[in-house]
Antibody
Framework: QVQLQESGPGLVKPSETLSLTCTVS????????WSWIRQAPGKGLEWIGY???????NYNPSLKSRVTMSVDTSKNQFSLNLSSVTAADTAVYYC????????????????WGRGTTVTVSS | QSLLTQSPSASGTPGQRVTISCSGS????????VNWYQQLPGAAPKLLIY???QRPSGVPERFSGSKSGTSASLAISGLQSEDEADYYC????????????FGTGTKVTVL
């Protein structure tokens, strides 16, 4: 069973870049798609995007201009960069392994990390 | 940005059957499969149902999913106290700006 662990700074200043890493254990990063999801305090889930083992990416249109995802196969890790952050980006950020087939006919996150809290504040 | 609409809350006593609905459109539920996630208090979400009605290994049979047209439902039969959680439906949206969309979430309370 794949396990995921998010890591990164818990506090980011406004206008700076939020950078998070997700370490994959129990499986190869070449085997799945990998997604990021966030949840603002007291709010619902928001999909940020995914990166595939072939380095194909797909981002939420509302965040697309600020999001970059990458994969480091040597470390079995994938990463999220979110630029020009504001207080609205304060949230718990989750990484998840993702199954996709038939285009996106079948698309779901089957294993989630525990999440990491990121606060945007000066 | 598209969203899937869920009723904010649902409740039942232990042993009852509770149903949660999820309303979408032709570009998401009407075109792609639906998934359900359970989020226990203070925990990360967990995949509960995928591809409309499939349960991952370890998910109790009392959880079942269905889809019809542009709507989907999650049923919990034989409600238990440990089922008190937030439930989210989700599906891929094939509109001009394709993306994955979550429902607004339903809080299930066990009375």
């Amino acid at each position: 069973q794949v396990q995921l662990q998010e890591s990164g700074p818990g506090l980011v200043k406004p206008s700076e870049t939020l950078s998070l890493t997700c370490t994959v254990s129990g499986g190869s990063i070449n085997s799945y798609y990998w997604s990021w999801i966030r949840q603002a305090p007291g709010k619902g889930l928001e999909w940020i995007g995914y990166i595939s083992y072939g380095v194909l990416t797909n981002y939420n249109p509302s965040l697309k201009s600020r999001v970059t995802m990458s994969v480091d196969t040597s470390k079995n890790q994938f990463s999220l960069n979110l630029s020009s952050v504001t207080a609205a980006d304060t949230a718990v950020y989750y990484c998840a392994s993702t199954r996709a087939s038939g285009g996106h006919y079948h698309y779901y996150m089957d294993v989630w990390g525990r999440g990491t809290t990121v606060t945007v504040s000066s | 940005q598209s969203l899937l609409t869920q009723s904010p809350s649902a409740s039942g006593t232990p042993g009852q059957r509770v149903t949660i609905s999820c309303s979408g459109s032709s570009s998401n539920i009407g075109r792609n499969t639906v998934n359900w996630y359970q989020q226990l208090p203070g925990a990360a979400p967990k995949l509960l149902i995928y591809t409309n009605n499939q349960r991952p290994s370890g998910v109790p049979e009392r959880f079942s999913g269905s889809k019809s047209g542009t709507s989907a439902s999650l049923a919990i039969s034989g409600l238990q106290s440990e089922d008190e959680a937030d439930y989210y439906c989700a599906a891929w949206d094939d509109s001009l700006n394709a993306h994955y969309v979550f429902g607004t979430g339903t809080k299930v309370t066990v009375l």
